[in-house]
């Protein structure tokens, strides 16, 4: 019999939360809130999702009503992309070492 | 192209998120790791555009909603200031989940353009992982907006309480395990829309009886709820960069809430059912004890004449925006050789890290700011410290009264300085309702004033 590709989905899954596990942990804590706002930007990947549902057409005259969900998680999602990764930029440029004198 | 490469490709996506949050191990790694990350993110993007291979009217409009986000987003990124970081992480997520949701209901609306199956006969275990996608989606959205309405002071952060709240919502919850089991047998679209109102319902009920100060572990769940959402719709849509991101940012916000946590002594579900500091009964039994107060110029006088001093930063400072005063006032005490060194404490402010970035924009130096563990020996050897907007956090009743609701919680020495300034504006109990008692103590002495203020006449007679 042969194997379900789902569960290879679900082994790439559950290898993630360890590796997610063992990474997050060595954040040092003074980064944690870059932590957040970055995760926030890369879990907007979901912007994937959203483009395969706003180019689906099946006829050319209208949209389908999965466009425009579509186009409106895109809106969403690039907010959080560009948001969330330019707030970050932002906040790690600002820590700064002692000056050496 | 062929969808074996795109496999590929999203799996380097994923591999590229993993690298942005290794870089957050130090900050000289981290500017690099979010290069990483948005990388990742590139790549994801454009291979979708690439398999798909429509470039119809769709198209145009898929590139104008993107700069549109983009353009909004950017803006947001620049001007926000920092001390408005909570509120605007927990915006942040509320779009990704309600971003969830969108992507869930056009998936069942039209399986067959995921390859899920057609309308009516959708295979159960995709209507699994989008009900899951998208319920989870909804409770991030509606979670996050009350979160993000308590912390931007539109609404009370003070707990909201009712009878029969958990019994409200342990039901609301067997009926949303129940709707996704009679979805799957039945397939009725009705079902599906319920699933999405009883989430958002359940994600604002959750989230109301929390108060303001237990906001960083409401701020980390959400934050772990979002990548949960994201895997489930990575799941539905079979693909590796979606699951790879849900798992690290669903673990990753797990953690954060398992350390503010600890850094509070509470459990995890003491703090999600709520009501914390909401009753105020050891408030009114206060007796008047005398504290010795005083002024800028004592304080001044005090610092001048230490060797050492530890500035103690909480929310009150982030409320103040007093930050960049106070970064002036070390460096006249540093001009003068005095040691300066910075306590934070886990659950200082609203949100993990909330006060580093506080320190950074004022362009403190990170290797001056020290976690709990790593300071709380010194306060024994340093002639003074700076208490500004903290107060919780400090009270030594936290190791000495087991009647005080924050036992056990870890707390900074600061009593075991030789004198303790306390920057406050009255004697009001701290978010857990007690008084601190340090504020009796002979050697502490009470700065009653705006934090800002105080700091501004205290750099003023420095000089």
């Known amino acids: ?51 395969i549902a706003s180019l689906a057409s099946e006829n050319n005259s209208n949209f389908e009503i999965s466009n425009i969900f579509g186009f409106f998680a895109i809106l969403l999602a690039a907010i959080n992309i560009f948001g969330g990764f330019l707030v970050t930029q932002r906040m790690l440029q600002m820590y700064k070492k002692k000056k050496k004198k | 192209m062929s969808p074996n490469l795109a496999a590929f490709l999203y799996l380097a996506s994923g591999i590229l998120f993993i690298l942005a949050l290794r870089g957050l191990s130090s900050p000289e790694t981290s500017r690099q790791g979010n290069l990483f990350g948005i990388s ?88 699994i992982e989008m009900s899951l996608g998208a319920s989870i989606g909804a409770i991030t959205f509606s979670g996050s907006v009350i979160a993000f309405l308590k912390l931007q002071g539109i609404m009370s952060g003070s707990p909201i309480i009712f009878r029969g709240q958990h019994i409200l919502n342990g039901l609301i919850g067997i009926l949303i395990v129940v709707s996704i089991v009679y979805l799957c047998i039945s397939q009725l679209p009705q079902l599906f829309w319920i699933l999405i109102l009883i989430s958002f319902l359940i994600g604002f009920l959750l989230i109301i009886p929390i108060g303001g100060a237990d906001m960083p572990v409401v701020i980390s769940m959400l934050n772990s709820y979002s990548g949960w959402a994201a895997a489930g719709i990575g799941f539905t849509l079979e693909n590796t960069a979606l699951i790879i991101t849900g798992a690290l940012v669903g673990s990753s916000g797990a953690i954060l809430s398992y350390i503010m946590c600890k850094g509070m002594n509470r459990s995890f579900f003491n703090v999600i059912l709520g009501g914390f500091g909401a009753t105020d009964d050891t408030a009114k039994n206060i007796e008047k004890k005398p504290v010795k107060s005083g002024n800028a110029e004592d304080a001044a006088f005090l610092m001048k004449n230490a060797s050492s001093v530890i500035i103690v930063p909480g929310y009150g400072m982030a409320v103040a925006q007093a930050q960049h ?34 320190l950074a924009e004022a362009n403190v130096p990170y290797d001056e700011v020290f976690e709990l563990d790593d300071i709380n020996n010194d306060f024994a050897n340093t002639d003074v410290a700076f208490v500004i907007g903290a107060n919780d956090v400090t009270n030594p009743a936290a190791k000495t009264d087991l009647q005080s609701p924050i036992y056990g919680m870890p707390v900074l020495d600061v009593e075991k300085c030789k004198s303790v300034l306390f920057v406050k504006r009255s004697l009001s109990p701290g978010y857990a309702g007690i008084d601190n008692e340090l504020f009796y103590r002979d050697n502490t002495l009470m700065l009653f004033a705006d934090a800002k203020k105080m700091t501004e006449d205290i750099v003023k007679n420095l000089n």
């Open chain 1, 1 to 51: 019999m042969e194997i379900d590709p789902f569960i290879f989905r679900l082994s790439i899954f559950i290898l993630s939360i360890f590796i997610g596990y063992y990474v997050v942990w060595s954040v040092t804590p003074s980064l944690h809130t870059p932590l957040m706002s970055v995760t926030n930007a890369i879990s907007s990947v979901i912007i994937v999702g959203a483009i």
């Open chain 2, 40 to 127: 990742g993110m590139l790549i994801a993007i454009i291979v979708t555009f690439l398999v798909a291979e429509s470039f119809s009217k769709e198209f145009i409009y898929v590139l104008i909603f993107l700069s549109a986000g983009g353009i909004i987003g950017s803006v947001i990124a620049y001007k926000i200031p920092m001390t408005a970081m909570p509120q605007l992480v927990a915006g942040f997520h509320s779009l990704v989940g309600f971003a969830a949701v969108l992507v869930a209901i056009s998936a069942f609306l039209e399986p067959n353009v995921f390859n899920l199956g057609t309308v009516g006969n959708i295979k159960t275990a995709s209507l």
């Open chain 2, 325 to 358: 005063v106070l970064r002036e006032m070390v460096d006249f005490l540093k001009k003068n050789g005095i040691k300066v060194s910075y306590a934070i404490h886990p659950v200082a402010g609203r949100m993990p890290g909330h006060m580093n970035v506080l």
